[in-house]
């Protein structure tokens, strides 16, 4: 998609330095355009620690041209060993996205088949630009099925689709197109008229920074709300359909995105509205049947709650929010039961949440 006019990828190689990786500095968005290099293993788990890179399919590619760097800085000893650590490294940078396990599984696997072939960094490389290309692929193919249900509320309405989304499922958190925004980029390319109301989605604002921020380069119509304000619109019939990401999604069709989107899903549920999760095959965990119990909540710094941040004069500041000795929980994702979900929008089209539907998408799954 583009800034100011320019087409961008959100990750991709520099140019005339194959041992540079490039990237777009999420946290400085929307205030500042920057990018940064990749240059050592501690500089790809930092990216994606520090949300630098978010997003679970964003956040999977860089952890295999992560692995790509380690390859790089191997310099002796055993080769298996050493990759086998730098992996775990990479997996510890943030725990509950699967893409990231998944990315750095597939290139590991595929170093070590490969160890003996002469060209083997030029084929690690190719192995996970095939895995960034693979991810537009499946961000567009999400886009085509889910522009089916916006086109149908259109057809029926006659008036423009009102669509609420939660964080930022958008290219930013991708290479291209998004998951949840894939079908509105869809619907805009073909003239359907669409609104976004778009959550700030606290603490770290992703919506109010990122989402508004690549629809508004696009020319997509859409307003910033309070995180608490859905519900409300709701209420009122001012909301047509909510679509947002996951960054994990068990076989049974648990889903768990950014903290908040549980509350949009049971708001939706009461007013009959459809709420529906965009996600391509690499963020389902096919092992966990619970989502509630078994997948991991990552908990963050108890700055981004306490501290916020905005632009003045002098650049991006933080400021404190809260009082000095108040303590912070900062749980960065919630789970939404199977059950609250309207559908699943994958690269294969559109299934219920709920094993048997999603198994007929994915039977090569059924093991």
Same mark, same amino acid.
């Given at each position: 998609?583009?800034?100011?006019?320019?087409?961008?990828?959100?990750?991709?190689?520099?140019?005339?330095?194959?041992?540079?990786?490039?990237?777009?500095?999420?946290?400085?968005?929307?205030?500042?355009?920057?990018?940064?290099?990749?240059?050592?293993?501690?500089?790809?788990?930092?990216?994606? $620690?520090?949300?630098?890179?978010?997003? !679970?399919?964003?956040?999977?590619?860089?952890? %295999?041209?992560?692995? @790509?760097?380690?390859?790089?800085?191997?310099?002796?000893?055993?080769?298996?060993?050493?990759?086998?650590?730098? /992996?775990?490294? *990479?997996?510890?940078?943030?725990?509950? !996205?699967?893409?990231?396990?998944?990315?750095?599984?597939?290139?590991?696997?595929?170093?070590?088949?490969?160890?003996?072939?002469?060209?083997?960094?030029?084929?690690?490389?190719?192995?996970?630009?095939?895995?960034?290309?693979?991810?537009?692929?499946?961000?567009?193919?999400?886009?085509?099925?889910?522009?089916?249900?916006?086109?149908?509320?259109?057809?029926?309405?006659?008036?423009?689709?009102? +669509?609420?989304?939660?964080?930022?499922?958008?290219?930013?958190?991708? +290479?291209?197109?998004?998951? /949840?925004?894939?079908?509105?980029?869809?619907?805009?390319?073909?003239?359907?008229? &669409?609104?976004?109301?778009?959550?700030?989605?606290?603490?770290?604002?992703?919506?109010?920074?990122?989402?508004?921020?690549?629809?508004? #380069?696009?020319?997509?119509?859409?307003?910033?709300?309070?995180?608490?304000?859905?519900?409300?619109?709701?209420?009122?019939? =001012?909301?047509?359909?909510? +679509?947002?990401?996951?960054?994990?999604?068990?076989?049974?069709?648990?889903?768990? $995105?950014?903290?908040?989107? @549980?509350?949009?899903? *049971?708001? %939706?549920?009461?007013?009959?509205?459809?709420? @529906?999760?965009? *996600?391509?095959?690499?963020?389902?965990?096919?092992?966990?049947?619970?989502?509630? =119990?078994?997948?991991?909540?990552?908990?963050?710094?108890?700055?981004?709650?306490? #501290?916020?941040?905005?632009?003045?004069?002098?650049?991006?500041?933080?400021?404190?929010?809260?009082?000095? $000795?108040?303590? &912070?929980? $900062? @749980?960065?994702?919630?789970?939404?039961?199977?059950?609250?979900?309207?559908?699943?929008?994958?690269?294969?089209?559109?299934?219920? /949440?709920?094993?048997?539907?999603? *198994?007929?998408?994915?039977?090569?799954?059924?093991?």
């Amino acid at each position: 998609m583009k800034i100011q006019g320019k087409q961008y990828h959100t990750i991709w190689l520099k140019e005339g330095d194959s041992k540079t990786v490039q990237v777009i500095d999420q946290r400085k968005l929307p205030f500042q355009f920057e990018v940064v290099d990749l240059k050592t293993t501690q500089d790809s788990w930092f990216a994606i $620690n520090e949300m630098v890179v978010r997003g !679970a399919p964003l956040i999977g590619v860089t952890a %295999a041209f992560g692995i @790509y760097i380690a390859l790089l800085e191997f310099q002796e000893g055993n080769l298996e060993t050493y990759l086998i650590e730098k /992996a775990d490294y *990479l997996k510890s940078s943030r725990p509950t !996205a699967v893409n990231l396990a998944f990315a750095v599984e597939e290139m590991l696997k595929f170093i070590l088949q490969e160890k003996s072939n002469p060209k083997l960094i030029e084929k690690t490389l190719e192995k996970a630009n095939q895995l960034k290309e693979k991810e537009i692929q499946f961000s567009e193919k999400i886009g085509e099925f889910g522009v089916n249900i916006i086109e149908e509320i259109y057809e029926t309405k006659k008036d423009t689709v009102n +669509i609420l989304t939660h964080c930022n499922a958008g290219w930013l958190a991708c +290479i291209d197109w998004g998951t /949840a925004t894939a079908p509105m980029y869809k619907a805009h390319l073909k003239g359907i008229p &669409v609104h976004v109301w778009v959550d700030e989605t606290r603490p770290r604002n992703q919506g109010a920074r990122l989402t508004a921020f690549e629809l508004g #380069e696009e020319g997509i119509p859409h307003t910033v709300i309070p995180d608490n304000t859905g519900g409300h619109l709701m209420q009122h019939g =001012k909301v047509d359909l909510v +679509i947002v990401g996951s960054d994990r999604t068990t076989i049974n069709g648990d889903v768990a $995105n950014k903290i908040g989107t @549980y509350l949009k899903a *049971l708001a %939706a549920k009461d007013n009959n509205i459809p709420f @529906y999760v965009a *996600l391509p095959s690499s963020t389902f965990d096919w092992e966990l049947e619970d989502g509630i =119990k078994e997948i991991p909540i990552e908990l963050r710094d108890s700055k981004e709650v306490s #501290e916020i941040e905005g632009w003045t004069e002098n650049g991006v500041q933080s400021v404190r929010l809260i009082p000095k $000795n108040s303590k &912070v929980a $900062n @749980y960065g994702f919630d789970v939404t039961p199977a059950r609250l979900v309207t559908g699943l929008i994958t690269e294969r089209g559109i299934c219920e /949440a709920q094993k048997d539907s999603i *198994l007929k998408l994915f039977p090569e799954k059924n093991y």
